[in-house]
């Protein structure tokens, strides 16, 4: 369980194969005016075509939320480890 924006608790249940994840080194962003779109991809190295592993499409104020919880966990992240590379 865990508590949503407005406080209220949600339960959320994840199937053993979502559980697995992907692995992601690059994220094409785009968008227009009612949504944006992230694909998701592992550039293997030396390949020419890669492919998209997942897609999220989410609406603006979800994801500057989402935005805004990255940031926050990148410097709790970099407090406890140290300064990430860019």
């Known amino acids: 369980?865990?508590?949503?924006?407005d406080?209220?608790?949600?339960?959320?249940?994840?199937?053993e194969q979502t559980s697995k994840g992907i692995y992601s080194n690059f994220v094409v962003?785009?968008?227009?005016?009612?949504?944006?779109?992230?694909d998701f991809v592992f550039l293997f190295p030396q390949?020419?075509?890669?492919?998209?592993?997942?897609?999220?499409?989410?609406?603006?104020?979800?994801?500057?939320?989402?935005?805004m919880a990255l940031t926050d966990n990148v410097k709790k992240y970099e407090e406890k480890h140290g300064p990430i590379p860019v």
């Open 1 to 5: 369980m865990i508590n949503n924006e």
């Open 7 to 15: 406080g209220k608790q949600i339960n959320i249940e994840i199937d």
């Open 29 to 38: 962003v785009s968008h227009n005016e009612s949504e944006f779109v992230m």
């Open 47 to 67: 390949q020419q075509k890669n492919k998209v592993g997942a897609r999220v499409i989410s609406s603006p104020a979800h994801v500057k939320r989402f935005l």
